[in-house]
């Protein structure tokens, strides 16, 4: 079993502040993923990474894949970036982290 | 375009009936899967399947039953059996093999019994 671990698991920002919500794993994986699920809403894929790093708008994800280590940059933060924000990761099947909830405040 | 579809998005059930939640994907994939998520956890997996006429058990299968007739559908029953069905689920698929290959996540079912 993978064990996938989140931080922070609450995260307030002001309206332009640069983000990080960072996830660990416990086992070596083939591939990252990095959802958003605003609330009541659905779920959104962001990214997929087996290695370095992509980056869509503001959004920039990063996986060493050594240090079994991701992280999730927002840069100029917007209130609709308010959202959970969930790490999941595929070994055999998909294990999730218990997301990080993120409030930005205009 | 290619992908999964999971319908309906919001659904109410009265206790005690069985409910199905589909999950359709157009993208050739393998294997699918069956997540669960209540407040303040991880999704869990409820059932996966990596092939045709094939699936798994996953964590908290208990009072919940699925179908692989296709490849492109993997839908999900309900049952009276499963005690807290109100939940939000989360459908999945992926290529069986190379593991670090595309894998897609539906927008997910919120299912409310009263």
């Known amino acids: 079993k993978n064990e996938v671990e989140q931080s922070p698991q609450n995260l307030t920002a002001q309206e332009g502040e640069f983000i990080t919500i960072n996830c660990s794993y416990s086992?070596?994986?083939?591939?990252l993923h990095w959802l958003q699920q605003h609330p009541g809403g659905g779920i959104v894929s962001l990214f997929m990474?087996?290695?370095g790093k992509k980056k869509h708008g503001r959004l920039i994800a990063t996986i060493n894949i050594q240090e079994k280590h991701s992280s999730l940059h927002i840069t100029a933060s917007h209130p609709r970036d308010s959202a959970v924000y969930i790490c999941?990761?595929?070994?055999?099947?998909?294990?999730f982290g218990t997301g990080t909830s993120l409030t930005v405040i205009p | 375009d290619g992908g999964i579809t999971q319908s309906p998005k919001y659904l109410f059930r009265k206790e005690g009936q069985n409910v199905t939640l589909s999950c359709e994907q157009n993208?050739?994939?393998?294997?699918m899967y069956w997540y669960r998520q209540d407040p303040g956890q991880g999704l869990r997996l409820i059932y996966y399947?990596?092939?045709?006429?094939?699936?798994q058990k996953g964590d908290i299968a208990e009072g919940y039953s699925v179908s692989r007739e296709k490849k492109e559908s993997f839908p999900l029953t309900v049952t009276s059996a499963q005690k807290n069905p109100t939940a939000f689920y989360l459908c999945?698929?992926?290529?069986?093999?190379?593991?670090?290959?595309?894998?897609?996540f539906g927008q997910g079912t919120r299912l409310t019994v009263v």
């Open positions: 999945a698929s992926s290529t069986g093999q190379p593991m670090n290959t595309e894998a897609f």
């Open positions: 086992v070596g994986i083939s591939a």
């Open positions: 990474l087996s290695s």
């Open positions: 999941a990761v595929r070994y055999n099947q998909f294990y």
């Open positions: 993208l050739n994939h393998d294997a």
């Open positions: 399947s990596q092939i045709v006429n094939d699936f």
